[in-house]
């Protein structure tokens, strides 16, 4: 019988949001006419905008005719599409790249993980605690963990504790590590990281020789403007850092399927025998071998974000997703409950209220409200005693939750 690979058996639960979705639908089942409001997986409600749409559509019709047909395309996404990101998308913040250093993909969830192919399994690696789970979990799958202990850490990983401490924003480790997650705007805290901040991990970085791997999936939901949206507005951030960029959230494109990953040429890791090798290289040869591109009519539908139409149209959508995190805020917060992030991204963490478990708050507050939210212990540890919400619903649901829970919880 062929083996498999045991290191999935070292993963404690299933992954986060399908176990919150056989609870729901447990609790639907069993109370079939209950109107459940979710704002639990961050995942979008509105369509896609009509600017993107008519792209797509476009991009349907040139596969109907022979002359205008696409079959297989470049494995690292078309360079039309990386030219205007980087035109629109990195040249306003004063980041200049090539577009040999773009590359478009089917999401930044994937992407995230498939870096680590690239990555020898001896690395030290640091994660945040709470995390965005893909980044704990993928690395024990490749192997680059022991178990895991009572407290849900598994040994061979770094953890780095998130705190109100710390503002959530983890601390520089004492230890030298090789590769460090950073998502910002955080999921799942919803706070960011300021310049200041992100220096001193790019001097660590550049100090230890270590990459950053910088999750940017949230970054068009900022709403202040000292807040950096690219790692690489850091100076030095292209010898030591990787940035994902994912159109989920930005443009709807949740089921429709593309993000970007930035590997700078100048970014180097080393052999075995310790000579220098780009890592650029390297994912350029791995999409090629294992990746075929993102469809032609989807890349014209991620291009069309950027134009005036897309760019004004999509921008309406966030704004009203940011109406939805303000009022979850600042409803929750007059009610006595105490919440963090929402103003630059679309999450809201809030203090579990009466010293409930994560997980017990959410059962409560299905029972009891039929609100789906996200537990923060699904996050790692130190999430215990935290909850998180998300603003990607309808006006009237958002509101309609908020008064649930204020009525419920409210001090
Ligand atoms: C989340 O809710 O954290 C996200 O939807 C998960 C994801 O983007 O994969």
Redesign the pocket.
């Known amino acids: 019988m062929a083996r498999i690979n045991d290191n999935y058996l070292k993963l404690q639960a299933g992954y986060l949001?399908p176990e919150i979705s056989r609870r729901v639908n447990e609790f639907t089942n069993a109370h079939p006419t209950a109107k459940i409001i979710r704002l639990g997986?961050?995942?979008v409600t509105k369509p896609l905008v009509p600017a993107v749409l008519k792209a797509f559509h476009y991009g349907i019709d040139e596969m109907a005719a022979a002359e205008t047909f696409h079959g297989y395309g470049p494995e690292q996404g078309y360079d039309w599409l990386a030219q205007i990101i980087i035109d629109k998308a990195y040249k306003p913040l004063g980041v200049e790249l090539e577009t040999s250093e773009v590359f478009i993909s089917d999401g930044s969830?994937c992407d995230s993980s498939n870096i680590l192919d690239i990555f020898g399994l001896g690395n030290k690696v640091a994660i945040g605690d709470p995390v965005?789970p893909?980044y704990n979990d993928t690395n024990v799958m490749v192997g680059r963990s022991g178990d895991v202990d009572d407290k849900g850490y598994y040994s061979g990983l770094v953890y780095m504790p998130c705190t109100e401490e710390n503002g959530f924003m983890p601390d520089i480790p004492s230890q030298k590590v090789d590769v460090i997650y950073l998502c910002c705007p955080n999921?799942?805290t919803g706070t960011t990281a300021s310049k200041k901040q992100l220096k001193a991990w790019v001097d660590y970085a550049l100090k230890n020789d270590a990459v950053i791997l910088f999750d940017a999936?949230y970054e068009a939901f900022i709403t202040e403007p000292d807040v950096p949206h690219s790692i690489y507005e850091i100076e030095g951030a292209k010898e030591c850092a990787i940035e994902f960029r994912s159109f989920?959230k930005t443009a709807g494109f949740t089921g429709v399927r593309c993000g970007l990953t930035v590997v700078p040429e100048a970014l180097m890791g080393t052999t075995a025998t310790g000579e220098k090798y780009s890592f650029n290289k390297l994912w350029n040869r791995r999409q090629c071998t294992k990746f075929n591109g993102v469809s032609y009519p989807v890349q014209k539908a991620a291009a069309a974000v950027y134009s005036d139409e897309g760019g004004a149209q999509v921008k309406e959508i966030i704004d009203y997703y940011m109406e939805n995190a303000r009022i979850i805020r600042e409803g929750l917060t007059a009610a006595g409950i105490e919440c963090f992030g929402g103003v630059n991204s679309p999450y809201i963490w809030l203090k579990t209220p009466a010293g409930l478990t994560s997980w017990d708050f959410f059962d409560k507050l299905l029972n009891e409200c039929f609100v789906v939210g996200?537990p923060g212990s699904g996050f790692g540890p130190s999430g215990e005693g935290y909850f998180r919400l998300?603003a990607f619903g309808e006006r009237e649901n958002v509101e309609t939750a908020v008064t649930r829970i204020r009525e419920k919880w409210g001090k």
């Open positions: 949001f997986i961050g995942d969830k965005y893909v999921n799942p999936a989920s996200t998300s």
